[in-house]
């Protein structure tokens, strides 16, 4: 990892994922999660002073450990237990069926693989468990996704593998989970590329 992707992107994103908006859209989103919990893709720790009361405990991946003293001091003021380790979400070695709930915030757009990643969170999901997503990707424009696609390459470049031309919907039902709930939306004041935003739940599903 070069210095960039390891001294500079970290302050970086965690500086623009703190801000005020983000975290309103944070509370929004970990409004319903309760019970035994794995987040994917935890980066800097930004969720957990939204988690509700309902949460008994946090198991936290992810591919890099970013800010380690800053991420330190954040799960020590979490009032449930943290797990933070360091592991891939395309392989997760936990039981079938071990979560009541799932998270991803902003984390599919920078997973290499999101389907095969988002199958293991499938079958690491109770068959009663809820899948919740805030993430941004593809936008229904015409117009802003061929921008987005023009500008995906740089983008990956810049922030270090994230992907602004994402269909989250569609990797999530590739993935075998049902979507319950979504909501599609532009947050306000971001670059309209940036900003496509999708927030919902999904279960299990069938399959
Ligand atoms: C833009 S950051 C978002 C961090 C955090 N979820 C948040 O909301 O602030 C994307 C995160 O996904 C992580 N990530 C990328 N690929 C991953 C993978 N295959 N498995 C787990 N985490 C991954 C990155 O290391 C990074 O921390």
Known sequence: MGFYAKHVFPRVMDWMLRGPQHQAERETVLR????DVLEVGFGTGLNLRHYPPGVT???AIDVATMLPLRVARRIAAAPFPVTR???????????????????????????????????????????DGTYVFLEH????????????DFFNPLQRRLACGCNINRRIDALVREAGLEIRSLERYVLEGA????AEMYRGAAGRGEG
């Open 191 to 194: 670059p309209r590329m940036m």
């Open 32 to 35: 319903s999660i309760r019970g």
């Open 85 to 127: 380790t360091e592991l891939s979400g395309e392989r997760l070695p936990f039981p079938d069926a071990q979560f009541d709930c799932v998270v991803t915030t902003l984390t599919l757009c920078s997973i290499q693989d999101p389907v095969p990643a988002l199958r293991e969170m499938r079958r690491v999901l109770k068959p």
């Open 137 to 148: 990707g593809r936008s229904d424009d015409a117009r802003v996704a061929r921008r987005q």
């Open 57 to 59: 405990r946090l198991t």
